[in-house]
């Protein structure tokens, strides 16, 4: 879903997530509470790729399509890097 930009009349501006069809030309400020109306943006393709849009796609597709796993992440084969090397932890019980 692509991200509205909306300024409101103390010209706060926010963005909000809303469906490529949606309709809605008003909004509630999130900063003041004020009616926000929506603004003609140009499209943000140069931030295509960058974190914010890759997490914001992988949120997405996590509510449609979770990823499945068949083991614990972080148990296994290959995986048996030491987190700490304090000799005291070491000492510590094991499961
Ligand atoms: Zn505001």
Do not use: K
Request: aromatic letters at 2%; proline letters at 9%; a positive charge.
């Amino acid at each position: 879903m692509p991200l509205y930009e909306f300024r409101c009349e103390s010209s706060h501006v926010h963005e909000v997530m809303l469906p490529i069809n949606a309709e809605a030309r008003e909004a509630t400020c999130p900063a003041c509470g004020g009616a926000s109306v929506r603004l003609i943006s140009s499209a943000r393709l140069g931030r295509l790729g960058s974190d914010r849009a890759q997490l914001i796609e992988r949120t997405q597709a996590s509510a449609d399509a979770p990823g499945v796993v068949d083991r614990i992440p972080g148990t296994g084969s290959g995986n048996s890097a030491p987190t700490t090397t304090d000799p005291r932890h070491a000492r510590l019980p094991r499961p």
